[in-house]
């Protein structure tokens, strides 16, 4: 078993900037990650200081590994699938990856993040971050005026429709899947003059850069569109660890944290980034992440000198 001060499950955005915070403080940190996630889908976020002509998420994570080696921060490629509170807080925990791996440490961060459902649609992640987008609060800006298509499903994909109503008039809503919409949303949708189309979506029409250049339905049919949204529902958030060790978590799995601290309902476990209730954007998540080590680091200051205060008891 493999022993640190503090283990990091997820080598996203909070995690590496949980990694960079602690790896400063000088303590042994492991960061467990399985390699793929929401930031290694993304070509480019474009909503970053310093970054006005966007960064891909690979590079992000690429410049942010190196920075936490440096700092002498560990890197272990493997998906943790068991978490074991060892005891009473302060015991540490032990979690076990699907290598058969085990890691140990008396303080732990989720950084699990969450995934978004996307269909396998031929050429469409190619286009993420670049030309096709998730978050209206990170891109919307990035449609202002542009014929857009929202790719979803039932009424997440009208709700994203609507939202985005306010940076275009070019709107049209295919409804893949054909889920059922509430006949508010639709009313809404015609009210908005939002085109909306209820067929299966057949495949992405795009260049090799990643431009999205529209749709092909299942049926034939083509619609053409400068960017895309998706918004099918039934994200994934990447929390059964907390469950494992008890965390309290919200009815959409969300992992529920103090505000100040960002630590759970179990202590010495803390959560940052998107598996936590906020909004998701990488800004957030990397204030998360620094926010979480900051306050892992008071803890092992405070476990060490518990320590020191029992070993000289015990001399004495």
């Given at each position: ?9 997820g ?51 690429r ?24 005891g ?7 979690l ?35 030309t ?35 940076r ?98 179990v202590p ?10 906020h ?38």
């Open positions: 078993m493999e022993q640190y001060d503090s283990m990091i499950v080598g996203g955005i909070a995690g590496l900037q949980a990694a960079i915070q602690l790896g400063r403080y000088e303590h042994r940190v492991l960061v467990i990650d399985a390699g793929y996630g929401r930031s290694t889908l993304c070509k480019s976020y474009h909503n970053l200081l310093g970054w006005p002509d966007g960064v891909s998420g690979e590079e992000l994570r410049l942010g590994r190196l920075q936490a080696e440096k700092l002498g921060v560990t890197f272990a490629k493997d998906e943790v699938v068991q978490a074991v509170n060892k009473k807080p302060g015991d540490g925990f032990e076990w990856g699907k290598s058969g791996k085990g890691y140990e440490a008396p303080t732990l961060l989720l950084a699990t993040g969450l995934l978004d459902r996307i269909p396998e649609l031929p050429n469409l992640k190619n286009c993420l971050g670049l096709v987008y998730v978050c209206p609060d990170c891109d919307g800006y990035e449609v202002k005026n542009k014929q857009t298509i929202v790719m979803g499903s039932g009424d997440s994909g009208a709700e994203m429709a609507l939202t985005l109503s306010t275009t008039d070019k709107l049209t809503y295919v409804n893949h899947e054909q889920k059922a919409v509430k006949s508010e949303l639709l009313a809404k949708l015609k009210e908005k003059r939002i085109t909306y189309v209820a067929e299966d979506i057949g495949e992405v029409m795009a260049e090799t850069n990643g431009l999205f250049r529209g749709i092909v339905l299942a049926n034939g049919e083509r619609i053409g569109a400068e960017r895309g949204f998706i918004a099918f529902g039934g994200n994934e958030v990447k929390s059964d660890l907390a469950r494992q060790l008890g965390a309290e978590r919200l009815e959409n799995r969300h992992i529920v944290t103090d505000p100040r601290s960002k630590m759970t309902s010495f476990v803390w959560a940052a980034g998107d598996v936590g209730v909004a998701e954007q990488v800004t957030i998540a990397m204030g998360e992440g620094a926010q979480a080590a900051i306050w892992m680091n008071k803890a092992l200051l405070m476990l060490k000198e518990e320590a020191n205060i029992h070993r000289v008891v015990v001399r004495s």
